[in-house]
């Protein structure tokens, strides 16, 4: 404890390793008690505001503690700053000889198989602009020595040419793969076993309680400290991972599967293509008798049906295709020894068929289940309310214990973020992840909100939701963003808002206007990003807007005056008719509670809270915050709202609104 605290004095070892480096006494605060949670093996959760310095503030007593250390990010690009940027700082500024490790998933990883069978012609695309990319690939492949793809900036994740040079669990050959030796995440994995601090995300910490639950080889060394970093992202990834899902991609992929292996290694003993010709006919059918995407693409399932559709007829459709699954199946149990690929085969057919097994009867009552339609495809989907469940028996109970744990100090976890809840009790996080009983710490912003930001609610507005509503928030971020020469970001809480804003945007600046409106999903989330912020760094350059939604609401960092303006269109309600908030809601109104008041509104504040968040990254900046709901003024509910809010000083009408505008737009004194 007094080496922690050591550590963040004015001349301790984190002004010499860092030459910027103030103490704060919230990050002191901070990391004295998670040196005491870390001493006594406790769970703590703490909500640190922005700019308080949690990332040092956790890994300064964890790495002084001398026990192994695990921290787990909600995304790959805090995992990358962390582990290239953080951790090498601080690990020599306290000149500690520590070996560090990322680890990530498999699908983030250049598999040689798959290049090779690419590169063969098998399965290679025909698209010329995908064939260029995978020749990027094939050169970079000869220098990586990680095999990590975020070494190639241009390909995007969403890229058609990720799956094909990229492994999954049921294409993976194990260790009959010629490339085993050198294989990537293998590689990775090893390093990640022999290290002293190993940096993963939130979505490989949930599924390596599969891959140690089916009896596979540990992922992960056991540790004595886990940080949880972003925490608030901690319950949506683990309800993933902790539900069951099934998709018509992946028993067509499959069948596809099946013929090629077959083909190779059991030509003649069945036949393979009437088998799997038929499997895909069946998944077709069913595809068919889910009928029309609904708007949003989801149909509630709460009993053995999906809401709306023909029971006689999907329950026709599912047991077509479970008979022609395991029609596949028969024939390929008499075949597994004669090779590794055929075994494999099997069993994950075998996994498939259960999968679809839980799907034809009823849910469990602790759980919602709903069916996602495409206009091609779907996915049957079944997921637990919380983690709650998960998270004590599962992975807070066993954890990451393994053999000798006995042996272990007991395990300390972190669980960290900006935003945690409204409440003195964190409950909008420590009660749908089963922390109720931890320890807790709220450590506020060090920033002056009231003097650097400020938030208005135009009024009177167009009704949030309503056709004239979307044209009307364009219309002031239009001219907001003329008079700041750019430098506005624009939330949006649905796609069809963000296709709105940003067209009415354009149609009316035209071709040659001095702003530059960038739109999310037309380029990769960083390279607008990059695009965003070399607009704002020199005011004489063209201007640029950048609207967007989900995952610009958090995790952007655009400190200085390159933002100053944040438009969020409506506040962000969680959608009343997507399954898992209905069931939520019914499972608070079951036990005598509100639905509104206890989830939706909890889940508004955050998001807001999340959103608004974007605007003040550091102690020298300045701007706006506006909300274009007026419900925010004129509902019961719109005070709390308000109060979760960073504590902006709040503008009364537009004349303020306007003042404030030509504020910002004047370059700020020195100083």
Request: proline fraction near 5%; aromatic fraction near 6%.
């Amino acid at each position: 404890m007094e080496a922690v605290s050591a550590a963040f004095s004015p001349d301790g070892l984190l002004s010499a390793a860092e030459p910027a480096f103030t103490p704060r006494a919230g990050q002191t605060a901070m990391a004295r008690a998670v040196a005491a949670a870390i001493e006594d093996g406790e769970v703590l959760v703490v909500e640190a505001g922005t700019g308080v310095g949690k990332t040092y503030a956790y890994l300064v007593p964890a790495l002084l503690s001398g026990q192994r250390v695990l921290v787990s990010t909600a995304t790959k690009a805090l995992q990358d700053q962390l582990f290239a940027r953080d951790l090498p700082r601080l690990v020599h500024g306290l000149g500690l000889p520590l070996r560090m490790a990322r680890l990530k998933g498999r699908s983030s990883y250049l598999c040689l198989e798959r290049l090779e069978r690419v590169r063969q012609g098998r399965g290679a695309p025909q698209d010329p602009q995908v064939l260029r990319a995978v020749a990027d690939v094939e050169r970079w492949a000869r220098t990586t020595r990680s095999g990590d793809l975020a070494e190639l900036p241009a390909l995007d994740e969403r890229s058609p040419v990720v799956p094909l040079v990229t492994s999954t669990k049921d294409n993976c050959l194990g260790s009959g793969c010629a490339h085993w030796q050198g294989c990537h995440v293998n590689q990775a994995r090893q390093q990640a076993l022999q290290a002293d601090v190993v940096v993963i995300n939130h979505h490989l910490l949930f599924a390596d309680l599969d891959v140690r639950d089916s009896g596979m080889a540990r992922l992960l060394p056991s540790t004595g400290v886990v940080v949880v970093d972003e925490a608030h992202q901690l319950n949506d990834i683990g309800v993933q991972f902790a539900g069951q899902a099934l998709s018509s991609q992946q028993l067509i992929g499959y069948a596809r599967d099946a013929l090629r292996v077959t083909q190779e290694h059991a030509r003649g003993m069945a036949d393979w293509l009437v088998l799997c010709a038929t499997l895909e006919q069946a998944v077709r059918e069913l595809r068919l008798q889910a009928g029309k995407p609904p708007v949003g693409g989801r149909i509630p399932w709460q009993a053995v049906t999906p809401l709306g559709l023909d029971a006689q007829r999907w329950r026709a459709a599912l047991v077509r295709l479970g008979q022609s699954l395991r029609s596949l199946l028969t024939p390929l149990a008499g075949t597994e020894a004669m090779a590794a690929d055929l075994q494999r085969l099997y069993e994950r057919g075998a996994g498939l068929l259960a999968a679809l097994a839980r799907f034809a009867a009823a849910a469990d009552e602790d759980c919602v289940r709903w069916l996602e339609l495409g206009s091609q495809h779907l996915r049957m989907l079944e997921s637990p309310l919380s983690i709650a469940a998960v998270m004590q028996e599962r992975l807070l109970q066993r954890g990451l214990e393994g053999e000798g744990a006995e042996q272990q100090p007991r395990k300390a976890w972190i669980f960290t973020s900006a935003t945690l809840g409204s409440d003195a009790q964190l409950s909008w996080f420590t009660e749908p992840c089963g922390l109720r009983e931890a320890r807790l710490l709220r450590v506020d912003s060090p920033f002056d909100y009231h003097e650097q930001a400020g938030v208005y609610v135009p009024q009177p507005f167009a009704t949030a939701g309503s056709a004239q509503h979307s044209q009307q928030v364009a219309r002031l971020v239009l001219d907001a963003a003329q008079r700041l020469g750019g430098r506005t970001l624009v939330l949006t809480t649905t796609l069809k808002a963000l296709h709105a804003i940003s067209e009415a945007l354009r149609a009316a600046l035209g071709l040659f206007a001095d702003l530059d409106v960038l739109v999310q999903g037309e380029a990769p989330k960083l390279a607008l990003i990059q695009r965003f912020m070399a607009a704002g760094a020199a005011r004489s350059q063209r201007g640029s807007i950048l609207v967007a939604s989900a995952t610009f609401w958090e995790g952007v960092d655009l400190p200085g005056d390159v933002l100053q303006l944040v438009v969020i269109d409506k506040l962000p309600f969680p959608p009343p008719d997507d399954p898992l908030v209905e069931a939520r809601c019914r499972r608070l109104e079951g036990v005598g509670r509100a639905g509104f008041h206890d989830y939706m509104l909890p889940e508004a504040a955050m998001a807001l809270k999340q959103g608004a968040g974007r605007l003040i990254r550091s102690e020298t900046d300045r701007g706006v915050l506006v909300i274009c709901d007026p419900r925010l003024m004129t509902m019961a509910y719109g005070a709390e709202l308000l109060a979760a809010l960073p504590p902006m000083r709040l503008l009364a009408g537009q004349g303020e609104f306007e003042q404030a505008l030509d504020g910002l737009a004047r370059p700020a004194a020195p100083g």
